[in-house]
């Protein structure tokens, strides 16, 4: 055991050691500096929202009723006013996201435009029930999540006919929306009376639909070509090429009991968290997170590290060339940099482009500092060459997102494996002693 602690080597590895978890320091540090610029994306985010329009939802159409209701109490007369509502039969919703960029600084966030059509019908029992009421005011509304994206109303008709729209939907529970004034006439039929609204919304990051129909169809498409899809409902079918998705939803009144929980919500506040476990939609995500990526990347730099020194070990050993402390603290600054030179880029050129960038500086830096320490080039490339192949390995777990672990796990065996059998045959004491003796012959 004392030759063992007295061997140079054992020192040198005890410090290689040391300094391993003294660079955790300025790698913590860099993990938190991501954390930060991710929220400060989310606070962006949240104020371009509230500075324009931020996550849709649309709920409707359905006729409000007003009526009034008399009775008699002792020959007193006693008028109460009194609400009712009615859900379409059918209801079928399409919906096409025109997705676009809205930047503040540095920082961006996903928008779209939505041309939504809403079609469908009410039947024509459900509106007899309507005649021997003693009806003050009837109206078609829809409610929508965030009433500043409206752009845009283009058709909007009943039963054939044009009706003219107006802001609010005259509700507590639902508020904002747009609703339409019908008169008695419509109510009056003897067969179903369809609906076709036609609007533009903007909206950012999420599009989410009410299934409001006995019978719910619903087709969203975009030419964003990275949806999730949101909701307790996921798409019948889906399509998603490089050229956007187009995806499809159905439902119905038994698999929802949506007519149930809008009725409770419209008539309670506190039920209308209800209508939120019965939603279909999708969110437009954006696949490259620079911060997220940034994050898992710098979860592998403990691997990066160690390999690092293992190289540089390897350099050392081989040629019998003793490396200075110091000279292992430079190879692991330099390391450690790496990700400090990612995050920063990765904001501008994007993740990509920063990791390729980061790479060959940092690879670059290491090898002529390498060339210079043994003034040899084969020495030098081949440390280069080697840092280079742990970097493009590690960039490929990044992209490997379902496979990383098992992919990251098989790395380590191999490398280890390489480790243990390249110097199997090397005598450490002997090689300790010509270290010790090329030490001497350099000083003297």
Same mark, same amino acid.
Request: glycine share 8%; with cysteine; aromatic share 10%.
């Given at each position: 055991?004392?030759?063992?602690?007295?061997?140079?080597?054992?020192?040198?590895? /005890?410090?290689?050691?040391?300094?391993?978890?003294?660079?955790?320091?300025?790698?913590?540090?860099?993990?938190?500096?991501?954390?930060?610029?991710?929220?400060?994306?989310?606070?962006?985010?949240?104020?371009?929202?509230?500075?324009?329009?931020?996550?849709?939802?649309?709920?409707?159409?359905?006729?409000?009723?007003?009526?009034?209701?008399?009775?008699?109490? +002792?020959?007193?007369?006693?008028?109460?006013?009194?609400?009712?509502?009615?859900?379409?039969?059918?209801? +079928?919703?399409?919906?096409?996201?025109?997705?676009?960029?809205?930047?503040?600084?540095?920082?961006?966030?996903?928008?779209?435009?939505?041309?939504?059509?809403?079609?469908?019908?009410?039947?024509?029992?459900?509106?007899?029930?309507? +005649?021997? @009421?003693?009806?003050?005011?009837?109206?078609?509304?829809?409610?929508?999540?965030?009433?500043?994206?409206?752009?845009?109303?283009?058709?909007?008709?009943?039963?054939?006919?044009?009706?003219?729209?107006?802001?609010?939907?005259?509700?507590?529970?639902?508020?904002?929306?747009?609703?339409?004034? @019908?008169?008695?006439?419509?109510?009056?039929?003897?067969?179903?009376?369809?609906?076709? !609204?036609?609007?533009?919304?903007?909206?950012?990051?999420?599009?989410?639909?009410?299934?409001?129909?006995?019978?719910?169809?619903?087709?969203?498409?975009?030419?964003?070509?990275?949806?999730?899809? !949101?909701?307790?409902?996921?798409?019948?079918?889906?399509?998603?090429?490089?050229?956007?998705?187009?995806?499809?939803?159905?439902?119905?009144?038994?698999?929802?009991?949506?007519?149930?929980?809008?009725?409770?919500? @419209?008539?309670?506040?506190?039920?209308?968290?209800?209508?939120?476990?019965?939603?279909?939609?999708?969110?437009?995500?954006?696949?490259?997170?620079?911060?997220?990526?940034?994050?898992?990347?710098?979860?592998?730099?403990?691997?990066? *590290?160690?390999?690092?020194?293992?190289?540089?070990?390897?350099?050392?050993?081989?040629?019998?060339?003793?490396?200075?402390?110091?000279?292992? /603290?430079?190879?692991?600054?330099?390391?450690?940099?790496?990700?400090?030179?990612?995050?920063?880029?990765?904001?501008?050129?994007?993740?990509?482009?920063?990791?390729?960038?980061?790479? *060959?500086?940092?690879?670059?830096?290491?090898?002529?500092?390498?060339?210079?320490?043994?003034?040899?080039?084969?020495?030098?490339?081949?440390?280069?060459?080697?840092?280079?192949?742990?970097?493009?390995?590690?960039?490929?777990? @990044?992209?490997?997102?379902?496979?990383?672990?098992?992919?990251?796990?098989?790395?380590?065996?191999? !490398?280890?494996?390489?480790?243990?059998?390249?110097?199997? +045959?090397?005598?450490?004491?002997?090689?300790?002693?010509?270290?010790?003796?090329?030490?001497?012959?350099?000083?003297?």
């Amino acid at each position: 055991m004392k030759k063992i602690l007295n061997n140079p080597l054992s020192m040198k590895f /005890g410090f290689m050691l040391f300094l391993f978890l003294l660079l955790q320091i300025p790698i913590s540090m860099i993990s938190g500096l991501i954390s930060e610029r991710s929220h400060r994306q989310e606070e962006v985010t949240q104020d371009i929202a509230s500075s324009s329009s931020g996550e849709q939802r649309i709920i409707g159409p359905f006729i409000m009723v007003n009526y009034q209701e008399t009775s008699f109490d +002792n020959d007193k007369k006693q008028v109460k006013q009194r609400r009712k509502f009615l859900l379409p039969d059918s209801f +079928n919703m399409s919906a096409n996201l025109d997705s676009f960029e809205k930047y503040r600084g540095i920082y961006r966030a996903r928008l779209y435009k939505a041309q939504v059509a809403l079609k469908g019908e009410f039947k024509a029992d459900d509106l007899a029930g309507l +005649n021997d @009421l003693d009806i003050n005011r009837i109206n078609l509304v829809v409610g929508i999540e965030d009433s500043r994206g409206l752009m845009r109303f283009d058709e909007m008709k009943l039963g054939g006919s044009n009706i003219e729209i107006k802001p609010g939907t005259g509700l507590d529970q639902i508020p904002q929306g747009f609703h339409g004034e @019908l008169n008695l006439e419509h109510i009056k039929t003897q067969q179903a009376l369809t609906f076709d !609204i036609h609007f533009l919304l903007q909206g950012m990051g999420q599009l989410k639909v009410t299934p409001i129909g006995n019978q719910t169809r619903v087709e969203l498409s975009s030419n964003w070509a990275h949806p999730s899809f !949101i909701g307790d409902f996921l798409p019948i079918s889906s399509d998603v090429s490089e050229d956007g998705f187009q995806a499809q939803w159905a439902s119905n009144n038994f698999s929802t009991n949506i007519a149930q929980r809008i009725q409770r919500c @419209l008539f309670s506040n506190s039920a209308c968290h209800e209508i939120e476990q019965r939603q279909m939609g999708v969110e437009l995500i954006d696949p490259v997170n620079h911060y997220l990526k940034s994050h898992r990347a710098v979860n592998y730099s403990s691997l990066v *590290l160690l390999l690092g020194f293992v190289s540089f070990v390897r350099v050392e050993i081989f040629p019998a060339r003793p490396f200075h402390p110091i000279q292992y /603290g430079f190879i692991g600054l330099a390391l450690a940099i790496f990700y400090l030179l990612l995050i920063s880029m990765s904001e501008h050129l994007g993740f990509n482009w920063a990791y390729l960038l980061s790479t *060959l500086a940092s690879t670059s830096l290491l090898a002529i500092y390498v060339r210079g320490i043994l003034n040899s080039v084969k020495q030098a490339t081949l440390f280069g060459a080697g840092l280079l192949a742990l970097y493009g390995l590690l960039f490929g777990l @990044l992209l490997a997102e379902s496979y990383a672990l098992v992919m990251g796990a098989l790395l380590c065996f191999i !490398i280890l494996g390489f480790t243990m059998i390249i110097p199997r +045959n090397i005598d450490w004491y002997t090689r300790n002693e010509v270290i010790e003796e090329n030490t001497s012959n350099a000083e003297a």
